[in-house]
């Protein structure tokens, strides 16, 4: 026999592993320290990471279709696991048990001939990773049917409805085809809003997945997702929230420079408060002439019964009120702004007319007939502006009109709407007060 160690470099032998363990444990601490140190400005929402509770958690689902999704995971969790324990103890087993010795050991030759195993053995495991994976099917199979669409005893029951999403680059339409509106420029089509759909609690709700431009995908992580928004493809899902709440969405599949920040909202109403979202959604616009406020003072425009529940929530500060409770913000919103100016408004409606806002955004019973935008006839009870990125507040409206392209780079609002492309011309500019009374116009839209 060759002395090997002629050969081989002596570096080799320190990949064993009785040098390497330390050196694992030395760089996997200094590792864990930096991570720690990264995370650390983000203190506020540390336990939102470590207990994975965050409002896209899909590990708290509150909808049957989530539920499914998560525990058929957790099937597969499960069975990946047993593999994992038995496959590590039998290499563990095989490690310890015929491990190098002594020095002879380590320089021995192979055996010549290896054992070609059991037969029992080989064909044992082949059944078990047989068994393993129907395992795992039948539930799979199971889901695939039961998340297709919606359930028949709701069909049955007439306990559904329908919802139409389209995907933007970059936010979302939703329509609803079975409430009919009369359009600003006559003729009928779906009431639709724009990145916040409602619905009722408990109700099976079946959304039709569509898209204008790229593939978008949908997904409301604690109720149901994801599927493909595709071009020249009826594409659909099924979700059902089972209390009112507040649920975040977001475009599952990269879509562009803005992809990131196209997201949405599903607001889960009782179906008596969903009712009187629906009647005044199909209103037209609000107009805030003096007289108009002056009545509304005595009687508010939409009021919800399970308001009483909002608690200490009586101002509409901003992020930190929207963080704490993003519902009970929600909520306020249906309500009209105190102290309201019925001439700042005007003017806002006037320069929406005169700064072209009107040729890309519908604002029904008002000027606007634009469809490239988000309908707005009643934006001013969202919770969000900008496809769900920024909470709807008068300061993050005057600063998303002030400069879009920094919240959403791309967006056609600036590029197009304010600014020529070809030329990169403004095609208009808004001082600070212009865009006060706009935000004063839009924030009157309940
Ligand atoms: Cu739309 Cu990503």
Avoid at 90 to 114: G, W
Avoid at 128 to 145: E, Q, R, Y
Avoid at 291 to 296: C, H, K, Y
Avoid at 318 to 329: K, L, M, N, T, W
Wanted: aromatic share 10%.
């Amino acid at each position: 026999m060759a002395p090997r160690t002629t050969l081989m470099p002596p570096l080799l032998h320190m990949t064993r592993t009785r040098s390497v363990l330390p050196l694992i444990s030395r760089v996997g601490t200094a590792l864990a320290a930096v991570l720690a140190l990264a995370l650390l400005p983000g203190c506020n929402k540390l336990h939102q990471v470590f207990s994975l509770s965050g409002p896209q958690s899909t590990m708290l689902s509150e909808g049957p279709v989530a539920r499914a999704q998560w525990d058929l995971f957790m099937v597969t969790v499960y069975v990946t696991m047993f593999i994992f324990v038995i496959v590590g103890a039998v290499l563990a087993y095989a490690q310890i048990k015929f491990r190098a010795k002594s020095e002879a050991d380590e320089h021995a030759e192979a055996a010549a001939e290896a054992g070609h195993g059991n037969p029992f053995v080989e064909i044992g495991l082949i059944a078990g990773s047989v068994a393993l994976l129907v395992i795992i099917a039948i539930p799979t199979l199971k889901d695939i049917w039961y998340t297709y669409d919606v359930p028949k005893a709701d069909v049955d029951s007439g306990n559904t409805m329908e919802v139409t999403a389209t995907g933007y680059q970059w936010w979302f339409k939703f329509e609803y085809p079975a409430e009919m509106v009369k359009l600003p420029t006559g003729g009928e089509a779906p009431l639709a809003t724009g990145n916040e759909v409602v619905v009722p609690a408990g109700v099976a709700v079946r959304v039709n997945l569509r898209t204008v431009d790229v593939i978008h995908s949908f997904w409301i992580p604690k109720l149901a997702g994801k599927v493909d928004m595709m071009p020249n493809r009826a594409n659909h899902l099924w979700f059902k929230a089972e209390k009112p709440g507040y649920f975040y969405g977001q475009c599952a599949e990269y879509c562009g420079e803005s992809h990131a920040v196209m997201r949405f909202r599903v607001i889960a109403l009782k179906p008596s408060d969903y009712a009187k979202w629906l009647e005044n959604q199909k209103n037209g616009a609000r107009t805030a002439t003096a007289q108009v406020i002056a009545a509304e003072a005595e009687a508010p425009h939409v009021q919800f019964a399970s308001m009483k529940d909002v608690g200490p929530h009586s101002t509409l500060a901003g992020s930190v009120e929207f963080d704490a409770d993003p519902f009970a913000f929600w909520q306020k919103m249906q309500t009209t702004d105190k102290g309201e100016d019925a001439a700042h408004i005007a003017a806002g409606r006037k320069l929406f007319q005169d700064k072209t806002c009107i040729t890309c955004h519908t604002v029904r019973g008002h000027e606007g007939i634009g469809i490239t935008g988000p309908e707005l006839t009643h934006v001013g009870a969202r919770s969000t502006i900008a496809a769900g990125v920024l909470e709807n507040t008068p300061d993050r409206l005057h600063q998303w009109l002030t400069d879009p392209n920094y919240f959403k780079p791309g967006n056609k609002m600036y590029n197009g709407g304010y600014v020529d492309v070809a030329s990169g011309q403004h095609k208009f500019t808004l001082t600070g007060e212009e865009i006060d009374s706009i935000v004063a116009y839009l924030r009157s839209l309940k």
